[in-house]
Every structure is written in C-alpha cells, then in structure tokens.
C-alpha cells in the first residue's frame, strides 16, 4: 500500500509538472506572439527618466503598450553627437533599429543615406496631414517622400522678470525698438546691482544661429544672403545690445541654460520651454512672451526644434503596420498635447494647439509662435546647412566682440558661405528654396 501510494503520488506530481509545463509553454508562447519595436533615440528613455522628454517618451510608449499588450517598445540609447552616424552605419549593415527618432535638422542627412521607410502611401491613406504647419511638412520630406512625423516642437521666446518691470512700470516689448527702451531704461536702473537687461545664447555653437535666426528671418534675411540689408539689420540690433552693454560679454560664452536667468544675472533672457521647470522651481516672478518682432504688425518666424519619428528602412514588412500604428496613437491630438505638456514641446497640429495652452498657458508664446515655425536645413542649404551655419555664427560673434562692423562681417560670411556650393546655380536655387518658404510661412499660407 505504501508503494501504490507512492505511486500515486508520483503520478499527481508528474500531472503537476506537466500541467506547470503546458502552462509554461502557453505562457511562452503568449510572450513569443508579442511584436517587438525597438527605438533608438538620444533619450535615454526608462520608466526611472527624469529628463522631461525622455519621461515623456516613456509614458507614451507605456500608454501604447497597455492598449496594445502584443506590442514591446524596447529602447536604445545613442548620445547626440554619435546618434546620426551609428544610424548611417547601421544603414550599411542592415541593423537599423525598427524606429529612429532624429533631431529635425538631421533628417534630410538620414534620408539621403537611406535610412527611411518611406511613409507617404501611409500618410495619404491616414488623410490628417493637412492638420500639419507647412514648415513642419518641408522638415519631413525629402524628394518628395514624407520619411518621418514630428509629435512636438519647441522654440524660443522672451523670458522677463514681472517683478522688476513692475518695479520700474514697464511692460514686455513688442517690437526691436521696444526692446532697445526697455533695456535702455533698465540699464539704468540696474546699474551697479550686477543684473543686466537682457541674455542671450552667444556661444560659438548651433545655439546661437538658433536665437539670432528668429530675428534675421522675422527682418526677411536669410542666412544664404547675409549680405543684404534686412540680414544686417538684425546683426545691427544684436550688436547694439552688447555694445551699450546691455547684453553682458559673458554671454559670448553662454549656451541655453536658465542660471543667468534664475540666478539673477539678467532681468530678460531669450531661451525655450525646456527651462520652464526649473525657472519655476526656482520660485521667480516671470512672464514669457514672443520674441519682438522688427516692428508692429510684422509675423515672427522662428526656427524649429524638435524630435522625428521615422520608420526605418531595414523594418521587417509584417512591423511597417504595427510601427504605423504607434506613430498615428503618438500624434493623435489628444495623445500629443499630453506629450508636449510632459516634454516642454508645443504642438505640430493645429488640433493639437488649444489642448497644450489648455494644459500649460505658459506654454501659449511657443505654442502661437511655432504656427509660422521653420526648419533650418531648407533655410541654409539642405545639407549645407551645418557647415553654412558654422560660418554664420562665426562672424556674427566676431561683430559681438567688436572686431568686425555687423556690415563688414556678414559681407565674409555670404562670401564664404557661397562658396560652399559647387556651382552658381545650386547657390541660385537654394536662395529661392529659403525665399519661398519664408514668403510661405510669413504670409500664412
């Protein structure tokens, strides 16, 4: 009796075992049957992200997942100045990971080395491409193709401390020559207190084309003709600011960051929502405005920050859909005002625009600004750009610095930036490209 009993034991534990084993097995097939995405960014995007836009990409991407539990996004991080090469390589091997999320300006580079699948048969189908700003459309394609979606945006405004204007009774400038009463007056009343009127990023870096591009395209200049007068003009203003100190030469060294502002070295500071958390941690009295413009009535135009969404061309056919799907649950205006208020973006649709302000008012001046948005590689050479916009900076801090008249330096800019093109025609053709898409965007078409 002992034996059978043991017996019987063993049969209700090998039972077991195969019931553990059959459950094993449908729980690793259920695991088996979920698809895959893997995305690689500069974010180093995890449930732990602290950097707003990574956190944001990890809330999106959860939110998809628990709508879609046969779908794992798995993300891979890159740092920013290695991201566009590795992708390039990957390119040429054929590992590209199934979603690539560059910076704007990088997408007509990637999509010339191939790395897109492109979209448009998608995009036509989907029918909501219309709801885009134009300069967010001419980021996103490439010879024709659409290669990418752009979820959110940022750019630059005014930060100004409420109060010291209220101090002093002054109101946020609206226009350059206000901006020059303003700092004039706050000169003033600043002296000797260590705070100056006004910061600006004038590093020797893409930063700084950045700030000095809203006001070179709000005049109608245009980096590719920086020797005309609307170009020099908006020189003119940046280096009146630092000549009458109004501006401080430190500056000359400053990137985007929001000490100078919260820690009380200026009383204005041109910078983007990306400082917006910790300006408000810092517990100032602030306001945001846009960025002033030439003169009463005159549209500002800003460049265009921001992340893609791509697809890349090495995806396996049977993820195409389920990749697609993920982008269209990302743009949904809903879904992309939640994401832009966690990133410190604003909007790409014109949909999605009241629901951000609803969410953040302060991010309204980024938000109304980003509607006349433009991206910079189109504005300076397509993939010229980079190497246009190094010139530029470069002679526009040298008028900063007082070593060359605003006239003088940007007579040598457009003398070396044209020669960066191989022929007088391709010079002549990416002239008119900028001058079209200004014309576009600052009339509102």
């Known amino acids: 009796m002992a034996y059978e009993g ?16 059959l459950i094993g097995l449908i729980g ?46 798995q993300f891979l991080f890159v740092t920013f100045g290695e991201l566009v090469p590795q992708v390039v390589r990957w390119t040429m091997t054929g590992e590209l990971p199934d979603i690539v999320a560059l910076d704007n300006p990088d997408v007509l580079h990637a999509a010339a080395a191939g790395v897109y699948y492109d979209l448009t048969p998608l995009v036509q189908q989907w029918g909501q491409w219309d709801d885009f700003y134009a300069g967010v459309k001419h980021a996103l394609t490439y010879q024709d193709q659409i290669v990418a979606l752009l979820p959110g945006t940022n750019n630059v405004a005014l930060y100004y401390r409420k109060d010291i204007f209220r101090q002093y009774g002054l ?28 910061g600006v990023a004038a590093t020797n870096t893409e930063e700084l084309t950045w700030q000095f591009e809203p006001f070179l395209w709000s005049n109608g200049g245009s980096l590719l003709e920086l020797d005309k007068p609307e170009a020099i003009a908006a020189l003119e203003l940046w280096v ?86 993920y982008f269209t649950f990302f743009v949904e205006p809903e879904n ?15 949909s999605a625009l009241p629901l951000v302000v609803a969410k953040d008012p ?51 800019a457009a003398s070396e930036i044209r020669a960066l093109f191989p022929t007088d025609q391709a010079y002549q053709d990416a002239v008119a490209k900028a001058r079209r898409l200004l014309e576009e965007v600052a009339s509102g078409s």
């Open 6 to 21: 043991g017996i019987k034991k063993m049969r209700r534990i090998v039972v077991a075992l195969i019931l553990c084993g």
């Open 28 to 73: 690793f097939s259920a695991a088996s049957a979920k698809t895959t995405l893997t995305f690689v960014s500069y974010f180093d995007v995890s449930p732990e992200a602290t950097w707003p836009a990574a956190a944001a990409h990890w809330m999106m991407a959860d939110k998809f997942m628990k709508a879609n539990p046969d779908v794992e996004i």
């Open 171 to 198: 109101t946020p400038p609206r226009t350059w020559k206000e901006l020059l009463d303003v700092c004039a007056l706050l000169s003033e009343k600043l002296a000797g207190t260590g705070m100056y009127p006004l």
């Open 240 to 325: 009146e600011l630092f000549q009458k100190g109004y501006v401080p030469q430190d500056a000359l060294t400053w990137g985007q960051g929001a000490d100078p502002f919260i820690g009380g070295q200026v009383a204005m500071m041109i910078n983007g929502p990306w400082i917006l958390p910790l300006v408000r941690e810092a517990g100032l009295e602030y306001g945001i405005v846009p960025i002033p413009a030439p003169s009463e009535g005159r549209k500002v135009v800003v460049p265009m920050g921001g992340e893609t969404l791509g697809i890349s061309s090495t995806i396996q056919a049977d993820k195409v859909a389920i990749a697609w799907k």
């Open 336 to 350: 992309m005002a939640e994401f832009c208020t966690r990133a410190g973006y604003v909007p790409t649709r014109k």
């Open 362 to 412: 302060e991010l309204e001046p980024f938000a109304t600004q980003a509607v006349s948005s433009l991206p910079r590689p189109p504005m300076g050479g397509d993939k010229l750009y980079t190497e246009v916009s190094a010139i530029a900076r470069k002679y526009i801090q040298l008028a900063l610095a007082g070593e060359l008249t605003a006239k003088d330096a940007f007579a040598h």
